[in-house]
């Protein structure tokens, strides 16, 4: 609703414990026939005061100063009127005086409003999220808390002050000083890009701090064994039991493309017969919540059946005996060594080679390896294609049979 009148003038005003000729400059806003007054915190005289204009008379540096000053007053009266017009709220002298005073609402503070987000999230783990995301964003959080003290020695600043040095200087934070690779930096800028936009969705925010900044991933080359790498583990005896378990059930996935949290959540009721007689995987993946419908190998189907009587999986709730992430990783490290792999062997680097060399240089179709992978869209797949020689060769030596 817009004001029928609005004026602003300063003045003098004499305080009740000042008696000599100097008196403070008050601000007077009045907004349909109101009127607040706003002190300066000012002296000045009584005698070098044009009331007319409300300003300082005279060229004095000490006039000019003060006038400045008072223009300053003036320009943030006029735009915190733009603010509420903006905000589509009442104008008056009343809510004028408040926002200049900072009186009225609580400001928002960045790593409140993250620590709320977060706090929402934990209460949806199990529901819509897994826990892995949750600790991503604790992680984030924390990186954010660390930034912020470490630029601008603040436990917390207001959502206004977010710009675009505050996203270029966070960037390079994370690169530097926490030394993250440029794929990991764009990750948790993505996780504080959320909670800015949920600033911005809620009005509390008038800009996108985001807005020319780049936040392109970059490909990298994955890691997969050959099939010679492969049967050397197939064929490998190991004298110690844990290793000869974490080798196991890393074929397991190299053979399934289920990624670590799957393969440890699998049970028994979540295989069963499919279309074509066989046995299949029937579930979601944990990460994107995608369903995944896998038509077991033989290997795989080996490797079930060795452990069904395992302490572990006699209950069904497990098909395979899994160690935390950490450990298996931790073994599998030993068991390069062991196998002369001379490749940094982690869990994950399985569901690589399930999508290269198991599935796509064996003339599998991208499409239905995208499918099984638990995939949202065929560009996350091609990425193994791309990088997959044994493909290219494959594909050529069809194209030299028909020309023959």
């Given amino acids: 609703m817009l004001e029928k009148s609005f004026g602003l003038h300063f003045f003098l005003k004499q305080s009740k414990k000042e008696t000599g000729s100097a008196r403070y400059v008050y601000l007077r806003i009045t907004v349909d026939g109101q009127s607040k007054e706003l002190s300066t915190k000012r002296l000045w005289a009584v005698s070098r005061w044009n009331t007319s204009f409300g300003r300082a008379e005279g060229t004095k540096e000490d006039a000019r100063e003060l006038n400045a000053y008072l223009d300053t007053i003036h320009h943030k009266v006029l ?3 733009k603010q509420l017009l903006e905000s589509d709220k009442e104008i008056s002298a009343e809510s004028l005086k408040n926002i200049i005073l900072g009186i009225g609402e609580k400001r928002k503070m960045i790593l409140e409003i993250f620590q709320e987000h977060n706090d929402n999230l934990e209460s ?21 808390r660390s930034f912020i003290n470490w630029k601008y020695k603040k436990k917390d600043m207001d959502i206004k002050q977010l710009d675009y040095e505050f996203i270029s200087s966070y960037a390079f934070w994370l690169k530097s000083i926490r030394n993250c690779n440029h794929n990991t930096t764009v990750k948790y800028l993505n996780n504080f890009k959320k909670v800015v936009l949920i600033c911005i969705n809620n009005g509390w925010l008038d800009r996108n701090p985001f807005i020319r900044f780049k936040m392109a991933t970059k490909v990298n080359n994955r890691v ?172 050529m030596k069809a194209l030299r049979d028909k020309l023959k």
């Fill in 79 to 81: 735009q915190a009127k």
């Fill in 124 to 144: 949806l783990v199990g529901k819509d999220f897994a826990e892995g995301t949750l600790l991503r964003y604790k992680t984030s959080l924390d990186h954010t």
């Fill in 224 to 395: 997969f064994l050959t099939w010679h790498e492969i049967e050397n583990l197939i064929e490998k005896k190991f004298s110690i039991q844990r290793l000869s378990q974490v080798r196991d059930i890393f074929l397991f996935s190299c053979f399934t493309g289920l990624a670590y949290i799957d393969v440890k959540n699998l049970k028994r009721n979540q295989i069963s017969t499919g279309i074509d007689g066989e046995k299949w995987i029937y579930t979601h993946r944990q990460k994107t919540d995608s369903p995944t419908r896998l038509p077991l190998l033989p290997k795989a189907l080996e490797l079930i059946e060795k452990y069904k009587n395992h302490p572990q999986c006699q209950d069904g709730a497990h098909v395979l005996p899994v160690l935390s992430n950490q450990k298996m990783n931790s073994y599998l490290k030993e068991i390069a060594d062991v196998c002369e792999i001379n490749k940094p062997l982690t869990f994950h680097i399985a569901r690589h080679t399930f999508a290269t060399t198991i599935t796509l240089a064996n003339g599998v179709p991208i499409e239905t390896v995208s499918k099984m992978l638990g995939h949202k869209s065929l560009k996350q797949t091609q990425h193994y294609a791309k990088i997959l020689d044994t493909k290219i060769s494959f594909d």
